[in-house]
């Protein structure tokens, strides 16, 4: 198992910019990939983004298309999300997840077998 913690989320105006971060620990060593999720309230959580721990090869949701960007620091075991010219929409608590594998496809919130405990972006109008 894998654990993760999250950090870096906060409240900023329309237009700024937030890097979020998620450190991980354990049985890392079995990562496929580490993954962006976010859910609004009254919403379903959806994917942002992701990226493949081997390879760093990354998708985003069209939402962050050209916004956000998810990087990795292997040494370190950890993912982060710079997330850039946010927007109201954008407010909702960001959950980092890894998986062992792609078994539904790294879009899929199901192939996902470890969370954070997520951290609350508010972009204020």
């Known amino acids: 198992q894998v654990q993760l913690v999250e950090s870096g989320g906060g409240l900023v105006q329309a237009g700024g910019s937030l890097r979020l971060s998620c450190a991980a620990s354990g049985r890392t060593s079995s990562t496929y990939a580490m993954g962006w999720f976010r859910q609004a309230p009254g919403k379903e959580r959806e994917f942002v983004a992701v990226i493949r721990w081997s390879t760093g090869v990354t998708y985003y949701a069209d939402s962050g298309q050209g916004r956000f960007t998810i990087s990795r620091d292997n040494a370190k075991n950890t993912v982060y999300l710079q997330m850039n010219s946010l927007k109201p929409e954008d407010t909702a608590v960001y959950y980092c997840?890894?998986?062992?594998?792609?078994?539904?496809?790294?879009?899929?919130?199901?192939?996902?077998?470890?969370w954070g405990q997520g951290t609350q972006v508010t972009v204020s109008s």
């Open positions: 997840a890894a998986s062992r594998t792609n078994y539904y496809g790294v879009y899929n919130r199901n192939t996902y077998d470890s």
